[in-house]
């Protein structure tokens, strides 16, 4: 599951990609946070580490606030979620970022857990490594996420 900080922060570049494409404007923060509805205070921290990443930058002034600076297309989802969340593998040891051997693990190359959840992990990856914020914009709505499962169906 993705926290809510990520979700947070894919609502703020949703919004600010929504305006790129509407004519490009800066946009305070405080109007970033009504558009997504994700709280100011958390809104500030996270456009921080997103700006330090490139995918925003920040104008000063009185017509000042953040704009989106990358392309859409060119905006990692995964990228994105390592940035605000860290690692995506389900254990340390499928990372191919932040890869940590288990402290409790004797051999990897035997190991049923890795071996199981490896399988999951990378069929995983190859679906989400391809999805950008350009995907995400193309929802049904301007600044959500279209549902992937019928409502009343279980998830």
């Known amino acids: 599951m993705i926290t809510q900080k990520m979700k947070y922060a894919l609502k703020a570049v949703m919004v600010l990609g929504d305006e790129k494409a509407a004519g490009g404007r800066a946009m305070r923060i405080e ?27 920040s104008i000063r002034g009185r017509s000042g606030g953040y704009i989106l600076i990358k392309e859409p297309a060119q905006i990692s989802i995964p990228n994105l979620m390592r940035l605000i969340d860290g690692p995506i593998a389900p254990l340390p040891c499928l990372s191919r970022i932040a890869y940590q051997r288990c402290e409790d693990c ?24 391809s999805l950008t914020l350009a995907d995400l914009l193309r929802g049904d709505a301007a600044g959500e996420m279209i549902p992937l499962v019928a409502p009343g169906a279980e998830a």
């Open 106 to 129: 004797t051999d990897e190359a035997t190991c049923r857990i890795r071996r199981s959840f490896s399988e999951l992990f990378w069929t995983y990856l190859v679906m989400i490594e």
């Open 31 to 57: 109007e970033i946070a009504t558009r997504s509805g994700a709280p100011k205070r958390f809104l500030e921290h996270i456009l921080l580490e997103v700006k330090r990443a490139g995918i925003v930058g």
